[in-house]
């Protein structure tokens, strides 16, 4: 029986090494970047030239004793008012994460010691990721074919890899399984 798992779990492994991968990387960006979460910094101009998608991260860095992460909806955002948040980010450390699972505004504010009338005010639009370019086929001049190593040993490599050790398994797996 363990065998038969075995060979099953090659199988599996031979067809997830076939299957091509798409790579999605969730992104954590850095509230202010060097400047962190600190009064006097302009938050609007730091997010202008970002997209922010579904599943990303924002890091907040700042002093814990004195500003906080307050989630607001946008009538409160524009009033600096804190007094109703839809949710509180601070945890106490001064390095807290606002996890982007919803596509849709968030408005952040530092409800502490008058940190947003200082400017600690953040608004981001989180987006779905954007999807992949199609694969373009590659061009073959009949004059001139190139073969282009880079392109073609990844996946040539891993499969054949694959291919291999689903053979090992067979040689010494098969012969209990058929009695050979």
Sequence with gaps: MA???LMAAAVVLAFLAAAPVTEVAAKKWTVGDN????PNVNYTVWAQDKHFY???WLYFVY???QFNVIEVNETNYISCNSDNPIANWSRGSGRDVVHLNVTRHYYLISGNSGGCYSGMKLSVLVEKPPLPPPASAP???NARRAFTVSGFAPQFVIRVA??????LLWDNVGT???GN
């Design 63 to 65: 002093e814990r004793n």
């Design 3 to 5: 065998r038969i798992a």
């Design 162 to 167: 694959v291919f291999a050790v689903i053979g």
């Design 176 to 178: 209990g399984l058929f």
């Design 54 to 56: 579904l599943d990303d």
């Design 139 to 141: 061009i073959i001049n």
């Design 35 to 38: 400047k962190f979460w600190n």
